[in-house]
Nanobody, 125 residues
Framework: QVQLVESGGGLVQAGGSLRLSCAAS????????MGWFRQAPGKEREIVAA????????YYADFVKGRFTASVDGAKNAVYLQLNSLKPEDTALYYC??????????????????WGQGTQVTVSA
C-alpha cells in the first residue's frame, strides 16, 4: 500500500489561496486514482475532489466547483489540490487518499485504502 504525506495547509484570509500537495513517501502513485477529502470539527468526512491516475478525469463536489482544482504530476509522484477563493466554511483537515486502479481514466468517490495524515486548512473571515 502506498504511503501518503500531505503538506501545504495553513491559515489564510477569506478569498485567499493555498496549494495542497500529496506525495508518496513509499511506493508510486502511478497505479492509484486519488481523492481529496476534508473533515471539519463536529462534521463527517466529505469528499472534495477525485482524479483518475492519469489526471484526465476529475470530480468536484458542488461546494468547491470553480474554486478548487486537482492535478497529477507523475514525474514528481505527487498530486495537488489548488484551493482558490477560500471561504471560512472551507476550514477543515484535508486528506488525500489513494485507491488502486487498473483502468486508467476512472476516478472514485469511495473505496480508498491509503490515507495521509491530513493537513489543516484554516480560513479566517
Amino acid at each position: 500500500q502506498v504511503q501518503l504525506v500531505e503538506s501545504g495547509g495553513g491559515l489564510v484570509q477569506a478569498g485567499g489561496s493555498l496549494r495542497l500537495s500529496c506525495a508518496a513517501s513509499e511506493g508510486t502513485l502511478s497505479n492509484y486514482a486519488m481523492g481529496w477529502f476534508r473533515q471539519a470539527p463536529g462534521k463527517e468526512r466529505e469528499i472534495v475532489a477525485a482524479i483518475s491516475k492519469t489526471g484526465v478525469n476529475t470530480y468536484y463536489a458542488d461546494f468547491v466547483k470553480g474554486r478548487f482544482t486537482a492535478s497529477v504530476d507523475g514525474a514528481k509522484n505527487a498530486v495537488y489540490l489548488q484551493l482558490n477563493s477560500l471561504k471560512p466554511e472551507d476550514t477543515a483537515l484535508y486528506y488525500c487518499a489513494g485507491r488502486f486502479a487498473v483502468i486508467r481514466n476512472l476516478y472514485f468517490l469511495d473505496g480508498y485504502g491509503a490515507w495521509g495524515q491530513g493537513t489543516q486548512v484554516t480560513v479566517s473571515a
